[in-house]
């Protein structure tokens, strides 16, 4: 079920500083119910003023601009410390978040922000294997796309950090390594796999999802949020979690430094870290929560699915790795090079 587009915020919409009634959050497309937005408003007398951003790039070059001042932005993991040493955070007040116990433990203390000292987690998306059960059903392994056979057709997402990361993944490493020797492995790997007579190239998840449903592939890599969409149209599309692991993205919550009215702002933190408010979020949005106690109460449709929920053990095991930031130097330019010479074929 494709989600209704939110009506576009009022960008010109005056913001009175300090008035402790207005909040405005930066936020991506269509990853918030209205129905919550217009709850707090109503149970707070406020106004919840939404701008929205298509990637972490254009957020930060707007938040860095200085030209727009917001309360809340929902940040991937792995830009949290860029903004931090950006100087656009302010440390949470974690005395106005009684409802931050309702997250899970796999997800508090992560390396991107350990003590979850400027974010808390919001919603997250594991990268999975798609299929369609009726063309073909894999084994649970990443095996079916970067190992030896080649008789099946497939996609692979159009991001850099995912397929060298499955790859990583595939060969038992940290989808984050900075070893040269593991990059260039993963390095060797994929040029072997896009050279294969299956691979039908690189795509984001809308245009991998209809690839499935069409039957015109037999299994793609895909965001798992992405997929579900698909699944309410055709049963017979589905998506599974590779036993070697695989990466997981979240998205944060973070207070902005010029946050015109910070205590209203903990105050929609809290909100959403509320069990049943966690629940309608996922509910609306297909991504996975973190929340503990929310989970009781999202629809049985999302409960049913595996790779929605991964195994608690997987968050401390190894298998599930959060995409970090990469730091500079040799790393980047490998993790750089790779992806051009992929793209390049």
């Given amino acids: ?24 959050v930066f936020i991506w497309s269509e990853y918030i119910d209205p129905d919550l937005v217009k709850a707090f408003e109503k149970q707070n007398g406020v106004r919840v003023v939404l701008d929205t951003f298509e990637s972490n790039e254009a957020m930060l070059a707007k938040l860095q601009g200085g030209g727009a001042q917001y309360d809340l932005a929902v940040p991937s993991n792995y830009v949290v410390q860029t903004m931090v040493r950006a100087g ?21 203390n992560a390396d991107y922000d350990p003590g979850n000292v400027y974010s808390v987690p919001y919603q997250y998306a594991a990268t999975g294997l ?30 850099p950090r995912e397929v060298i990361g499955a790859a990583l993944k595939y060969l038992g490493f940290s989808a984050n390594t900075t070893r040269v020797e593991e990059l260039r492995a993963a390095r060797d790997l994929l040029r072997r796999v896009v050279a ?64 015109p009215n910070p205590a209203l702002a903990h105050r929609f933190i809290d909100f959403i870290l509320d069990a049943q408010n966690g629940a309608q979020l996922s509910n609306y949005t297909y991504y996975a929560t973190p929340n503990a106690a929310a989970r009781p109460y999202l629809d049985d449709f999302l409960k049913d699915i595996p790779a929605l929920n991964p195994p608690a053990a997987w968050l401390t095991d190894g298998r599930l790795d959060f ?23």
Wanted: proline share 7%.
């Fill in 196 to 259: 294969k007579k299956g691979f039908q190239g690189f795509d984001g998840g809308p245009g991998t999802r209809n690839k499935l449903l069409a039957r015109t592939v037999d299994l793609g890599q895909i965001y798992v949020g992405d997929l579900l969409i698909a699944t309410e149209e055709d049963e017979n599309v589905q998506v599974l979690l590779p036993r070697q692991g695989t990466t997981i993205s979240m998205d944060t919550l973070v207070v902005l430094k010029r946050s």
């Fill in 88 to 108: 656009l955070l302010q440390p949470l007040d974690k005395s106005r978040l009684p409802n931050l116990k309702n997250i899970a433990p796999g997800f508090l």
């Fill in 130 to 159: 798609a299929y369609n059960r009726q063309r073909y059903v894999p084994q649970d392994t990443w095996a079916e796309i970067f190992g030896p056979i080649d008789r099946h057709s497939f996609v692979l997402l159009d991001d």
């Fill in 323 to 345: 995409i970090g930031e990469l730091p500079g130097g040799r790393p980047q330019r490998l993790y750089d090079r790779i992806w051009t010479e992929l793209k390049s074929r």
């Fill in 1 to 24: 079920m494709q989600k209704p587009a939110q009506a576009q915020p009022g960008a010109a919409v005056p913001v009175t500083r300090g008035d402790g009634k207005t909040l405005r």
